[in-house]
């Protein structure tokens, strides 16, 4: 565990040193229960260089339980489902995680709106939840995007603070 004078900060926060794949293949595992069924090729892509984040577990798990949710619905209407989660290595000491789909992708319109609160373009949703999820990446020092895909479908990338082996060293 990390010790020293942020060590009480990093113990408040909830956030702690861990794993990105296990933290990807974890929300992955809870959030996409069924999917066979429904006809999605998943597929993960990990950059064997990136490991460690800084990261509060259960905040994360939902940022990507969200995004996935919204991949696979997005995805109900389309001929090809494949779903693709990605971790690299990202500028600045960050890690970049991704979430593509071939669904239906983002309007135009839509686009400019998506992380605002109350904006939806679901018959039944509330239009909070990729709000909760930039509110979440941005206080982990990240920032959360979303792309056209060039498969077809949308890219939703967010990024959290790479944890190295010499940070771990001096933080002890």
């Known amino acids: 565990s990390l010790v020293g004078k942020n060590s009480k900060k990093v113990c408040e926060s909830g956030r702690r040193v861990g794993s990105v794949r296990t933290l990807v293949e ?27 984040v800084l990261a509060d577990k259960v905040q994360i798990q939902q940022v990507l339980l969200n995004l996935l949710r919204n991949a696979v619905e997005a995805m109900e209407a389309s001929a090809r489902r494949e779903l ?6 990202g ?4 890690v970049t995680i ?13 686009a400019p709106q998506l ?4 904006v939806t373009n679901k018959r039944h949703g509330m239009g909070v939840g990729l709000s ?7 206080g982990h020092g990240g920032q959360i995007g979303a792309e056209p895909n060039p498969a077809g ?14 940070d771990l060293q001096n933080a002890v």
């Open 91 to 94: 500028a600045d000491s960050m």
């Open 26 to 52: 974890g929300a992955s595992a809870l959030a996409l229960v069924g999917l066979k069924d429904q006809g999605v090729r998943l597929r993960f892509q990990f950059d064997p260089a990136v490991d460690l």
């Open 98 to 110: 991704s979430v593509a789909d071939t669904g239906s992708g983002i309007s135009p319109e839509m």
């Open 132 to 138: 909760i999820c930039r509110s979440i990446v941005e």
């Open 153 to 166: 479908g949308t890219i939703f990338r967010f990024t959290l603070r790479a944890v190295s082996q010499e």
């Open 84 to 89: 693709v989660i990605s971790v690299a290595s």
């Open 115 to 118: 992380f605002q609160p109350f």
